[in-house]
């Protein structure tokens, strides 16, 4: 099975940014389409975002115009712009592939906090 490793996330300010970035072992991203997940304490995780291996993408509605999926340009990499952050966004955010779901990552904790 793949791996994924997480970075980007942090502490934020409501309305700030991050650019949240994913590896994931071998060219998975090429075989299968991807997404971000997020939880949030107390929560089930949930998708966020979803990008097709055409490009296409979808979003959940709470997070629909404030964030941006995308592909690197190695099959291996994937990233989640996230603006105008606000507190109900903070969550541990992974990465994985997309509609099935392979082993979890560790995540990166976003924080969004005055």
């Known amino acids: 099975q793949a791996q994924f490793v997480e970075s980007g996330g942090g502490l934020v300010q409501p309305g700030g940014s991050l650019r949240l970035s994913c590896a994931a072992s071998g060219n998975i991203f090429s075989i299968y389409a991807a997404g971000w997940y997020r939880q949030a304490p107390g929560k089930q995780r949930e998708l966020v975002a979803s990008?097709?291996?055409?490009?296409?993408?979808n979003y959940a509605d709470s997070v629909k115009g404030r964030f941006t999926i995308s592909r690197g340009n190695a099959n291996n990499m994937m990233y989640l712009q996230v603006d105008s952050l606000r507190p109900e966004d903070t969550a541990v955010y992974y990465c994985n592939v997309f509609p099935i779901t392979m082993s979890w990552g560790r995540g990166t904790q976003v924080t969004v906090s005055s």
């Open positions: 990008i097709s291996r055409g490009g296409s993408t």
